[in-house]
């Protein structure tokens, strides 16, 4: 069984900041690549930023320069530094992994999500 666990959401005035963390757990082989995706109501899920167990990134344009992604692989965890936020970016935010874990004892790849935190920007 894997367990993505977001943290860090909340509301933020506009042009304020907040940081989002999400740690996976289970017994983990390997995790390839970790990502953001957000929802807005009415909307479908949309990438956010992702990075590969290289540390190579990837941003949707409406995001670039203002949000960072990191990891710590020691840690399984990924974070995300939100900056300058607005209005547009009220949503709920989702961890992704792509990533190996035992099942049975034998090891097993999948995609899994978190459960989802609550960014509202608002004044």
């Known amino acids: 069984q894997v367990h993505l666990v977001e943290s860090g959401g909340g509301l933020v005035q506009p042009g304020g900041s907040l940081r989002l963390s999400c740690a996976a757990s289970g017994r983990i082989v390997s995790i390839y690549t970790m990502g953001w995706y957000r929802q807005a109501p009415g909307n479908q899920r949309e990438l956010v930023a992702t990075?590969?167990?290289?540390?190579?990134?990837n941003y949707a344009d409406s995001v670039k320069y203002r949000f960072t992604i990191s990891r710590d692989n020691a840690k399984n965890t990924v974070y995300l530094q939100a900056n300058s936020l607005k209005p547009d970016d009220t949503a709920v935010y989702y961890c992704n992994a792509d990533l190996t874990h035992y099942t049975d004892n034998q090891p097993t790849r999948g995609d899994y999500w978190g459960q989802g935190t609550q960014v509202t920007v608002s004044s």
């Open positions: 990075i590969t167990n290289g540390g190579s990134t």
